[in-house]
C-alpha cells in the first residue's frame, strides 16, 4: 500500500498555511550541509524520495479523508486542517504535487555551506506546500552523510594503499556489514546503497534492491563471497573447532572465503589450527582464506594475527619494503570498526611494516547506523518568498548561534575557476550545477547508479588534501 503523503510530514506543519503573510504566493526553500565532521558532502538518496514518495497522483480522496479524521482526534481540533488545500491539488493537479525541486547530480561531492537542493511550489494557491514537504526530504541527510563517510575512508585507505601497497585493491576494502545493525529494512537499503556509490563489497541484500529499482541500473553493484558466522563454527563444539575449520576449506576449494576464528582463541586458531594442522591444506587450495579476528582491541590483535600469520605462512616485502602476506592467507576486521580505529589499525600496521594489502574491513553500525543529521548539520530553509507578486529575501540570523544563519534569496551554484563550489544568488553569472529533477508530480531527470558512482569519483587532488 502507498504511504499516505499528508501523514508525512511533522504535525506542526498541518497548521502552517495559516501563518504565512497574507497573499503569499511562493515560498522557496533549499537543502545544504551546514558544516560538521567533514567539509565536503556526497548528496545521495534524493532519487529514491522521489520515485518512492513524490511521483505521481499521490493525493487521493481517500488519503485526505483518513488525514482529516487523523488530525481530528490528534490536535482535538476539527477546523486545523487544510482540507480545501489539499482537495485544490486533487481536483486542479490530478492529485500530483505542484512543486519544483532541483539539485546537484546525485553523487557530487560538494563543500559544505552550500545549496544541494532547491524547492519552490508551482501554483501560488499551494505556497504551503513547499515546507510541508520538508521533512521528507530533509530525509536525505542519510544517504547522504553514509555517502560521505564511506568516501572519506576510501580517502583514508587509497592513501595507506598508495604508501604501502596496491591502490587497484581499494573498491573491496571496506565491506558493509551494518544490514542488521539499522533501525529499519528501508534505513538498509538506502544506507547501503550509499556505501556502493563508493565500495564493491556489501552482505546488505537491501542495498542491491534499492540500486535496482530506484537508479536505473540492472548491473550488480555489491558483492560478496562465503563466510562463516560464530553459529557455523561453535556448533562443531571446541573440541572440534579444527574440524569447523576444515570443513569450511572442503565445502568452498577454491575462490576466496571468510572464517571468522576467534569463537575461542584466535592466536591459537591462527598459529596452530590454521598455520599448522590445515597449513598443507591452505597452501594447496585454490583461492585465499581469508581469517576473521571479532574481538579485542583492533589494532592490536590485527598487528599479532598479522604477524602469525606471517609467520606461519610466509610473506614477502613489495617495491615500498612493506610486508604482504602469502597469497593464501589475508585478515578482515570485522569488529570494533569506524573511521578512526581504521586509521589506527592502518598505522599501527604500517609502523610495524605491513602493507594495507593484507587487510579488509567490515563495518556495520558505525557505517549505518551511528551517524545522524547533525554529524554534517543539514538543513532545508526559506530564503525567498513572493508576497503579493513582489519577491522578498527571508533569512534567520539567531543572535545566539552564527551557526544556524541562514542563507537569503533565490540561490544557485556555481562551478569556480579551481573546480570548486560557490552558492550565488540566481541571478549572478555562471552556469546552475542544480537542475530540475521534479516537476509537477513527475520526475523529470533520473540518475543511473553509474552516473552517481562516477561523480563520487575520488580525484587525485583529494588525496592530496587527506595528506594535508
Known sequence: MNPNILLLSDSYKISHYRQYPPDTRTVYSYFESRGGRFSDVVYFGLQYLLKRYLAGAVVTKEGIDEAEALFAVHFGDTSLFNRSGWEHILHRHDGRLPVRIRSVPEGTPVPVHNVMMTIENTDPACFWLTNYLETLLVQTWYGSTVATLSREIKKMLLQFLHETGTPELVNFKLHDFGFRGVSSVETAGIGGA?????????????????????????????????????????????????????????????????????????????????????????????????????????????LNVMEILGQKFGCEANRYGYKVLNPKVRVIQGDGVEYDSIHAILQTLKNHGWSADNIAFGMGGALLQKLNRDTQK???????????????????????????????????????????????????????????????????????????????????????????
Open 194 to 302: 550509499a556505501h556502493l556509490v563508493n565500495f564493491m563489497g556489501s552482505d546488505t541484500l537491501a542495498a542491491l534492491t534499492c540500486i535496482r529499482d530506484y537508479y536505473n541500473t540492472s548491473a550488480m553493484h555489491g558483492f560478496s563471497i562465503p563466510a562463516a558466522e560464530h553459529s557455523t563454527i561453535t556448533s562443531w563444539g571446541r573440541d572440534s573447532e579444527v574440524l569447523a575449520y576444515a570443513n569450511m576449506l572442503m565445502q568452498y576449494p577454491e575462490g576466496v572465503v571468510a572464517c571468522v576464528s576467534d569463537s575461542y582463541d584466535i592466536y591459537n586458531a591462527c598459529e596452530h589450527l590454521w598455520g599448522e594442522t590445515l597449513r598443507s591444506k591452505v597452501l594447496a587450495r585454490e583461492g585465499t582464506l581469508v581469517v576473521r579476528p571479532d574481538s579485542g582491541n583492533p589494532a592490536e590483535v590485527v
Open 378 to 468: 543539514f538543513a532545508l530553509k526559506c530564503s525567498w518568498a513572493d508576497v503579493g507578486g513582489e519577491g522578498r529575501d527571508v533569512y534567520k540570523q539567531p543572535a545566539t548561534d552564527a551557526g544556524k544563519s541562514s542563507k537569503r534569496g533565490r540561490l544557485k551554484l556555481v562551478r569556480n575557476a579551481d573546480g570548486g563550489y560557490s552558492t550565488v544568488p540566481e541571478s549572478a553569472a555562471g552556469d546552475d550545477v542544480l537542475s530540475t529533477v521534479f516537476e509537477s508530480g513527475m520526475v523529470v531527470r533520473q540518475y543511473s547508479f553509474e552516473d552517481v558512482k562516477k561523480a563520487a569519483a575520488i580525484p587525485a587532488t583529494a588525496l592530496q588534501e587527506y595528506q594535508q
